[in-house]
């Protein structure tokens, strides 16, 4: 019944070293999000996939990064962690572009940075 | 680790009362409000939503009111239950474009 996947859902890595975090979709839909949400904060925008269309929010940072090899897959790459990037990253998707589509959101991963 | 967040306003009723939670919005564009319902650990969970052509929008056991005068959303939850507890986010989001934008968000505390 899972529609959005998120994997995994605890992460730990350490400071400066690369982690990948992985999301994934049977919904079919065109758009995939990813957010970020710090304790006791609203979810953040980090970018957006509109099929293949990446779209980055202006002030996210370039250590991270995105990739969506296919319909179902999406991952946000953190390059170089810092202390200030643990948080819960969520996943979400909505069916098409420039529409009214509410968004699906995954269960989250949280990432501890050490 | 994390950085410190903001402490969330708060509200607390009693189990079976009604509990009413605010928001105010920003973007003049916006055309279309979603209430989530956020509980620990999991992601946001669709309550209900409205678009800017209606002032009011009812499901189970909840209602959304929209005043786009003053730029102000509420989610009124009737015979607030245990089950209820959790922190809502209002969020706003213009046609023409893909992005969402989440308000601060209120944690709902239902005391038995």
């Known amino acids: 019944d899972a529609m959005v996947i998120q994997n995994p859902r605890y992460q730990v890595t350490q400071f400066g070293k690369p982690v990948t975090l992985s999301c994934s979709q049977t919904l079919n839909h065109n758009v995939m999000y990813w957010y970020q949400q710090k304790s006791s904060q609203a979810p953040k925008l980090l970018f957006h996939?509109?099929?293949?269309?990446?779209?980055n929010e202006a002030d996210t940072p370039d250590n991270f990064q995105s990739r969506r090899p296919n319909t179902s897959f999406c991952f946000l790459d953190i390059r170089s962690p810092g202390l200030g990037d643990a948080a819960m990253y969520l996943c979400?998707?909505?069916?098409?572009?420039?529409?009214?589509?509410?968004?699906?959101f995954g269960p989250g991963t949280r990432l501890t940075v050490t | 680790g994390e950085s410190v967040g903001l402490h969330l306003p708060t509200l607390s009723v009693q189990e079976g009362d009604n509990s009413i939670i605010n928001c105010a919005y920003s973007?003049?564009?916006?055309?279309?409000f979603i209430w989530y319902k956020q509980e620990s650990g999991k992601g946001p969970q669709f309550i209900i939503d409205i678009r800017s052509n209606m002032d009011k929008r009812q499901g189970q056991r909840v209602t959304v009111l929209l005043n786009k005068t003053v730029k102000h959303l509420s989610l009124q939850i009737a015979a607030t239950q245990p089950g209820d507890s959790a922190v809502y986010f209002c969020?706003?989001?213009?046609?023409?474009?893909?992005?969402?934008?989440f308000g601060a968000g209120t944690r709902l505390t239902v005391k038995p």
């Open positions: 969020a706003e989001k213009a046609h023409f474009n893909n992005d969402m934008r």
């Open positions: 979400a998707t909505s069916r098409g572009p420039r529409q009214i589509y509410e968004q699906y």
């Open positions: 973007n003049s564009a916006s055309d279309y």
């Open positions: 996939y509109y099929d293949k269309d990446f779209n």
